[in-house]
């Protein structure tokens, strides 16, 4: 069950999922009584999870600035009562409901349910779970803003229903996102890959997105020092994505490189050399916006077949690992090719070093510059100096 409450100078109240009732008279006052006998209609057995939304912004003057009285009947914020007044019997009189305090409702819901009321902020709605196992309130304090965007902003109709214990309330439906491609050995996971996009081009401005497709890894190996992962569509393409682990004295640790990756289609293959660009810890997994063998290319081809030259690969948000999958399902810590220092920060280095250089000499320049020590005195002879001089 849900219900929501809006109190202001004059209150409105909003019920979802409450037994109906008939038009009150114009002029009527629900005494609290009354709604108190209501409400507990709603509150059958079991638990429940009531969300009590609060604006206590409303006043006169708003009914002119909020109203929508310059023919912008779709702007007001007022349409709820706007319609009430149009099926009133009265033009004046509207029913109301009783207001001793604000704390009424609260108190009325708070020994309804037995529960203390939670004061939930915007910042904590995304990290809050409540056990639908139990009653809970929930208190929300609404922004001060027009239209249902108030109501849109915190809650939507699907939130209101009765969730399962540990789901985070009001959360936002994410995206579902696809699981990476794994490689099993042993039941453990050996290699792993996952891609937003998997494009291939083996004709001129046509792609294909093999990552829409599900493959097949037959022929993948993996062991302490290689892994291969091959991945075979049934659009005919395979994929094979070859990887090493060595020991490198300098850093004193071990390093993986994706050594090369291999497009098959039709009887041909094209080669794409890695190993100079895509390198990484081999405890680590390695990790890139953007892997193309066209543009800022960190797949260099090296194709032998003059009908392969044309074919390009482009990866999206690509990340694999092949070595060190110490964390189950979970990539490990991701070295990105991003480096620290980009061009922009290199050319805002250099320019300013160089400003910098300039600022320095034109002060040491001026810490050179000599007075002069001796004036012409006006009391005695002037000074002379000869022509021929």
């Not at 994505?241 to 850093?251: D, G, K, N």
């Not at 794409?272 to 990484?280: E, L, M, Q, T, V």
């Amino acid at each position: 069950m849900a219900l929501i409450v809006e109190r202001s100078r004059t209150m409105s109240v909003r019920v979802g999922k409450l037994p109906p009732l008939a038009s009150p008279a114009a002029g009527h006052i629900t005494t609290n009584s009354q709604l108190t006998a209501y409400l507990t209609s709603a509150f059958g057995s079991g638990p429940h999870t009531v969300l009590l939304l609060l604006q206590d912004k409303l006043s006169k003057d708003d009914f002119t600035v909020f109203g929508g009285v310059f023919g912008n009947k779709q702007d007001s914020a007022f349409q709820n009562l706007e319609a009430a007044l149009q099926s009133s019997s009265s033009p004046v009189m509207l029913p109301a409901l009783e207001w001793s305090d604000s704390s009424a409702i609260p108190a009325l819901l708070q020994e309804k349910l037995g529960v203390s009321p939670l004061l939930v902020d915007a910042d904590t709605l995304s990290h809050l779970s409540i056990n639908t196992s139990a009653s809970n309130l929930l208190l929300i304090n609404l922004p001060y803003c027009t239209g249902e965007s108030c109501m849109e902003m915190v809650i939507s109709e699907t939130s209101l229903s009765v969730q399962p214990a540990g789901r985070s309330l009001l959360q936002a439906v994410l995206p579902d996102v696809k699981p990476p491609i794994m490689f099993n050995v042993s039941g453990n996971p050996c290699i792993m890959l996952w891609a937003q996009n998997l494009s291939i081009s083996t004709s001129k401005d046509v792609w294909i997105d093999l990552d829409a497709q599900t493959p097949s890894m037959i022929g993948s190996i993996c062991n302490d020092s290689t892994s291969l992962l091959v991945l075979s569509y049934d659009s005919g393409y395979t994929l094979r994505f070859t990887m090493s682990r060595r020991y490198y004295r300098v850093s004193g640790r071990f390093w993986f490189t994706l050594d090369s990756v291999q497009l098959q289609a039709n009887g041909l293959t094209a080669s794409f050399i890695g190993s100079r660009n895509i390198y990484a810890p081999a405890e680590y997994s390695f990790h890139c916006q953007s892997v193309t063998s066209f543009r800022d290319a960190l797949l260099v081809p090296n194709n032998t077949n003059s009908n392969a030259t044309l074919w390009m690969l482009n990866f999206v948000d690509f990340q694999i690992q092949g070595f060190g999958l110490a964390n189950g399902t979970d990539f490990s810590y991701a070295s990105d090719c991003a480096g620290f220092f980009t061009p922009g920060i290199w050319m805002g280095l250099v320019t300013g070093l160089l400003m910098l250089l300039i600022l320095v000499y034109g002060l040491h320049m001026i810490m050179q510059v000599n007075t002069m020590d001796r004036f012409d005195d006006p009391k005695g002879p002037s000074i002379s100096v000869p022509q021929s001089e």
